[in-house]
C-alpha cells in the first residue's frame, strides 16, 4: 500500500473586502480602492486554493524495510540512529577529530554556510518592502534671463536679471499597500528559500562527515593490506629461496622455482598497489579536511569499530521525511512554488500605492524655512489591469506548473530516499554471512598450507602444493580485509543514507517578519515572542503522513482542468488529400472567482 505525505499550500490568500475594510485609512482611499475592484470586476481570477498539496510517492513507508541483516533491525519501537549526533554515533576520536576539522576547514561546507547568510539577507531585502522609502533631496540653481528694456515714469524695467533657487524635499516613494497579500507571499517564497538553503547546507555536512569517515576507513584498511602485502613479500621470499636451492641441489624441477619467483612478483605487485591506495586515500582525506591530514591522527591498519553501535536500527521509511535534508529542502522548494502561485494570483488585482512629499523653496537661503515657503503633496496610485493579452493568465499557469513539477521532484526525492535506504540494507544482509564463509575459507587454507608444508618437508609431495596453498591463503586473506572495509563503510553508508549527520542539537535561527504592511496591520502576526516562535516552526514544519480517507477527500474535492482544443482548419501540405495537422484554439477551463464589487454606503 503506498503512503500519502501533506504538506502545507502557501497559495492559500484568499481576498475579502472585509480585510479592506479593517484596514482602511479614509472613505477616499476606501472610494478609490473598490472604485479599482469595480474597474477590473470584468477579469475573472483563478480561485485561491486553500487545501493541502498531496504528494503520492507510491511507497509502504509505515510498514519496515524489506531486507536486513543480523546487524540491523526496522521497527516502530526502535527510533532511525539518524537521530543521533555524529559525535556520539561515531566512537572513533581520531576520526571525530577529523571531522570537526572538516567541518571548519572544507570550502564547500564553507560556501553552504554563506549561502545561508546570502538567504538571511534577501529575506531581510523582501520584509523591508512593507517600510515605506523616504528619500531627502536637496537643491540649488542660478538663473539669468534676458527681457526687453521699457522705459517708464518710475524708470526703466527689464534687461538682464539673476535670480537663486533653493530647495529642500523629503518624499515618500511609491508605497504599496499590501491588500492581496503580494509582498506577503514574496515572504514567504523567501522565507521558504532560506529553509530550503539551510536543508541545502544540512546535505553538504551529511555528505562531507560521510565522506571523511569512508575515507578514513580506506586508509585504515590500505594501510592493513600494505601489511599483509609486506609480510608476504617475506614469507614468498624465503620460498623462493628454498626452490631455488632445491633446484640448485637438482632435486626439484626448475618450475617450483619459476612459480615462486612469479608468485613472489605478485606479492610486490600487491604491496605497490597498497602504496598507491594509502597515497589517493591520504590525499582525498586531505581534500575532504581542507587541510594536511595530521601525523597523530593516521588511523591503525583495520580499524574494527568506528561506532559504538552492534546493531544499528533503520528506523520506518516515514523517519526519513524528518532526517533527510534532501528531501526538506524538496519539501521548502514546494512550499516556496506555493508561494509564487499566492504572488502570480495577487497581480490579477489593482495595485494600491501611496505617494507624498513635502519641501520647502525659496530665492533666497536665509528664508528657506519661512512658513510661505513650505509645501506638500499627497495622493494614491491605482493601477488596474484591464487588458494584458492573456499575460497574467500565462504567468498563473507558469507558476503552477512551476509548483507541480517541484511536487514532481519532492516524491522523487522521497523515492530517492527509500532506495538508497534499501540498497545500503540489502548490501548488510549478507555482509555478514559473507564474512563468515570468507573466515572459514581462511582457516581450511591455513590448514591445507601447514599439511602441504608438513607433507613436502617429509618428502610425500613436491613444493607445488605449498606455493598453491600460499597463494589460496594470500587471497583469501586480502578477500576478509576487503569485507571487513565494506563492513565499516555500509555502517557509515546507512547513517548517511537514513539522515545522520546533522546538527540536530544547534538549533536554526529562522528569520521572521519585522516591518507590517499599513494594509495589513490588523490582520498581521503580533510581535510577541510566543508568536513569531509560532510562525516560525510552522513554515519550518514537514510533512505529515495521511489518513487514507483524507487523503481520498482532498483528491475528489481538486477540480481537475479540463483541456479543449477547437479545431479552426484542416490543413494539407502535401495536397495528397490526406489531412496533415489541424490548427485551433487550445483552451484551458480553471476554477474561477470574480473580483469581489461591494457597496459603499457613506454617511
Known sequence: MSSLFLTSNSAVRAVSSKALLATGKSSRLLGLSFLALSMAACNTIPKADTSPVLAEPNLSIEQAYGAFGDETVSTSEQPSIAGQRWQDFYSDERLKRLIALGLSNNKDFESARLAIEKARAQY?????????????????????????????????????????????NLGLASYELDFWGRIDSLKDQALQRFLSTTAAKDSIQISLISNIAQSYANLSYSLAQLKLAEATVESRERSLFIAQERFKAGIDPKLPSLQSAAALESARLAVLRAQSSILTSRNALQFLLGAPVPTELIPAPAVSNITNHEVFSAGLPSELLRYRPDVLQAEYDLKAAGANIAVARAAYFPTISLASSVGVRSDGLSDLFDNDAVGWSFGPNISVPIFDAGRLDANYDVAQIEREQTLASYERSIQTAFREVSDVLATRATLGEQLAAQYRLQDNFDQTYEIADARFKA?????????????????????????????????????????????????????????TNLAQVGTLLTKDA???????????????????????????????????????????????????AAVGVLTEETPTEQVPVPQIVTP
Request: hydrophobic share 35%.
Open 124 to 168: 531581510r531585502i523582501t520584509d523591508i518592502n512593507d517600510l515605506p522609502t523616504i528619500n531627502g533631496q536637496a537643491g540649488y540653481s542660478r538663473q539669468s534671463q534676458s527681457s526687453p528694456r521699457v522705459e517708464t515714469p518710475f524708470g526703466s524695467t527689464g534687461g538682464r536679471q539673476t535670480t537663486d533657487s533653493y530647495s529642500v
Open 459 to 515: 618428502g610425500i609431495s613436491n613444493y607445488l602444493d605449498v606455493l598453491d596453498a600460499q597463494r589460496s591463503l594470500f587471497d583469501t586473506q586480502q578477500g576478509i580485509l576487503d569485507l571487513e572495509l565494506q563492513k565499516i563503510i555500509s555502517q557509515i553508508e546507512l547513517y548517511q543514507a537514513l539522515g545522520g549527520g546533522a546538527n540536530l542539537d544547534t538549533p536554526v535561527a529562522i528569520p521572521v517578519p519585522q516591518y
Open 530 to 580: 510566543e508568536s513569531q516562535a509560532a510562525y516560525a516552526i510552522d513554515a519550518a514544519s514537514s510533512a505529515r503522513v495521511a489518513a487514507a480517507p483524507e487523503a481520498a477527500a482532498i483528491k475528489q474535492a481538486q477540480t481537475p482542468v479540463k483541456v479543449d482544443f477547437k479545431p479552426t482548419a484542416i490543413v494539407d501540405i502535401d495536397n495528397d488529400n490526406d489531412a496533415d
